[in-house]
């Protein structure tokens, strides 16, 4: 069975300082990874998915994700972190139809502060 | 282009009740899927709709149903109401199909609180 996991409940980072959020997927064949932000009293929001092709994947607001296929990670990155960036992140991933293995499991978020 | 809309944003229900969720997805878009958030569990899949056809189901008890609509309006009902279902209830909407790698685009989420 698919899962995805955040290993962290949160991050603190300092505004300009580069941030990365962690995430790790299990999955039959090849995956589709995505990360969404939830900002404070806002609806869900997509930011990047990663579907096949180059490992880096560039995404809104200035972020991008690294796919790694040997360690089984979608890590979200930004090389200079903003207040405004403080929110929950959500991993997600959902395998391909013929595998039987296509339902779209998120992680727990991981709750990024940037400290001005 | 409107966005995803789900009425009510907000409801209080006493234990045993019924509730019945609705969402309109983007214009266009033909796949429904259904969230529960809580601070415990994150955001777990309830079931996802295509053209009126059930595709998957989370692991939820079978007092949670759903069902969609030839104009893709989703419906989603959970009956004998217990404190546990008390949540933030997400729709998400996609052009859907076969494209799994389709991102989707969520609605503000209904606040159920069942006392």
């Known amino acids: 069975a698919q899962s995805v996991a955040q290993p962290e409940d949160q991050v603190n980072v300092a505004e300009g300082n580069p941030l990365t959020v962690k995430c790790t997927y299990s999955v039959s064949g090849n995956p589709y990874l995505f990360w969404y932000v939830q900002y404070p009293n806002r609806g869900l929001q997509f930011l990047l998915k990663?579907?096949?092709?180059?490992?880096l994947v560039k995404g809104s607001y200035g972020f991008e994700a690294e796919f790694n296929k040997s360690q089984t990670s979608f890590h979200l990155k930004k090389p200079s972190a903003l207040v405004s960036d403080s929110a929950l992140y959500f991993c997600?991933?959902?395998?391909?139809?013929?595998?039987?293995?296509?339902?779209?499991?998120f992680g727990k978020g991981t709750r990024l502060h940037i400290l001005p | 282009k409107a966005g995803v809309t789900q009425t009510p944003r907000y409801l209080i229900k006493t234990r045993g009740q019924q509730v019945t969720l609705s969402c309109s997805p983007i214009s266009g878009h033909r796949s429904v899927s259904w969230y529960q958030q809580t601070p415990g569990q994150g955001l777990q899949f309830l079931f996802e709709y295509f053209s009126e056809t059930q595709r998957n189901k989370g692991n939820f008890p079978g007092r949670f149903s759903g069902r969609q609509f030839s104009n893709s309006r989703s419906e989603m009902n959970v009956s004998t109401l217990e404190l546990g279902d008390s949540a933030l209830y997400l729709c998400?909407?996609?052009?859907?199909?076969?494209?799994?790698?389709?991102?989707?685009?969520f609605g503000p989420g209904t606040r159920l609180t069942v006392t």
């Open positions: 997600a991933v959902r395998g391909s139809s013929r595998n039987r293995d296509d339902k779209i499991i």
């Open positions: 990663y579907i096949t092709g180059d490992n």
């Open positions: 998400a909407s996609s052009r859907g199909g076969t494209s799994e790698y389709r991102e989707q685009y």
